[in-house]
């Protein structure tokens, strides 16, 4: 997503020393904003120096051990990934597949609770390859009935749509810093609850990547009330962005943030199908606000449409991710992005670009 100008000029701050007095204090103002995003009090709230996809290895390399049985939602991309990464480090890797556009009930989850006695569980809040929304309303409470952690994946999610880390009994959360955040990509916020930690502390094995050793990261940034040792370089100059985001949604509030993403999407879908175009989620219920997702239109090659769109409005959509590819088109309103005057202006690029591919079919 675009970046505000109190971003824009954060990243353009004098570099610091990344172990100095002021740069620990920055973490820890970070920490804080993570803590309200997040909703949650939880003391082991950190940033990883990568983009989801290295918070997502971050949590399945430590809680997961060699053996151990792993219980995955994949109905997109971001599942897929974490099976691939669960089966790399020797999990006993259960997915629960569903087509684009499914997603999870709790009748469903019990039984692969049931049947498989999974470590942990991985849902995908929201699935941006899709536009699915999940539900996570009592999923924390029936995983800790079975013994279960729950992981969640809120990278396309945090910020645009309701999410309590500790109402709703998420064990680990993460999320990425260039979504609703507005921040550049290139840092994660993770959480382990006390759970999650338990788990972590007490496995056989050290995890298989000292880079996302959780152990060392929260000593360095400050959980484990312990003098802070050197881990690695951290990125400061994209620490002082992702602080200052922080500091804008908290100025602005989550619920009003909240609110300007659903009534954005809500103004986005009518204008799509005023076009003619079909949602790729029927049930308004389960549609993602950030990321909406269109069924490509009979005839038409999705690659066109984003050419022209790109090439004469300088608007970018995308295709589908992963198994959604070929599928839909994907429209993001993201933070800043999510405005009706941003929806006007891609939904009028929209008209422009099928009304060309159609002239060329």
């Keep these: 997503s675009n970046l505000p100008p109190r971003i824009m000029a954060a990243g353009g701050l004098q570099m610091i020393g990344s172990m100095s007095k002021d740069m620990y204090q920055i973490m820890d103002e970070i920490k804080e904003g993570i803590q309200y995003v997040f909703q ?37 991309i971001w599942g897929q990934r974490a099976v691939d990464i669960g089966e790399r480090i020797g999990a ?10 499914g997603h999870y009930t709790l009748q469903e989850v019990e039984e692969g609770l049931a049947q498989h006695k999974p470590v942990l569980l991985f849902l995908t809040h929201g699935e941006s390859s899709t536009g699915v929304l999940q539900p996570l309303d009592g999923f924390g409470e029936l995983c800790h009935r079975y013994k279960c952690l729950l992981l969640v994946d809120s990278v396309a999610s945090l910020g645009g749509t309701p999410l309590y880390m500790d109402r709703q009994g998420i064990d680990i959360l993460y999320s990425g810093s260039q979504k609703a955040l507005n921040a550049p990509p290139g840092t994660s916020l993770i959480f382990f609850s006390d759970k999650a930690k ?57 619920e ?46 999705w690659r066109d449409i984003v050419s022209y ?32 005057e941003n929806v006007d202006r891609v939904t009028e690029a929209l008209r422009a670009a099928l009304q060309h591919c159609k002239a060329n079919l």
């Design 256 to 301: 009003n943030s909240w609110r300007q993403h659903r009534e954005a999407a809500a103004y986005l879908h009518g204008r799509l199908q005023a076009l003619g175009l079909q949602l790729f989620v029927k049930d308004p219920a389960l549609r993602l606000p950030t990321v909406t997702t269109v069924a490509v239109p009979a005839g038409y090659d």
């Design 309 to 340: 769109v790109i090439d004469h409005f300088d608007i970018e959509i995308m295709g589908g991710l992963g198994p959604s590819t070929g599928k839909v088109l994907r429209i993001g309103l993201l933070g800043c992005n999510a405005t009706r």
């Design 198 to 254: 338990k788990k972590m502390y007490s496995r056989k094995t050290k995890p298989f990547s000292f880079y996302l050793d959780i152990k060392w990261l929260a000593n360095f940034w400050g959980c484990d009330d312990q003098p802070r040792m050197y881990h690695h370089t951290i990125p400061v100059i994209s620490l002082y962005s992702l602080r200052e985001s922080l500091a804008l949604i908290a100025e602005q509030g989550l």
């Design 40 to 76: 949650t009090r939880n003391p082991l709230t950190l940033v990883i120096s990568g983009s989801g996809h290295c918070a997502l290895e971050a949590a399945l390399v430590n809680v997961l051990e060699p053996g151990d049985s792993f219980l995955v939602g994949a109905n997109g």
């Design 92 to 101: 006993r890797v259960h997915p629960m597949t569903k087509d684009p556009g």
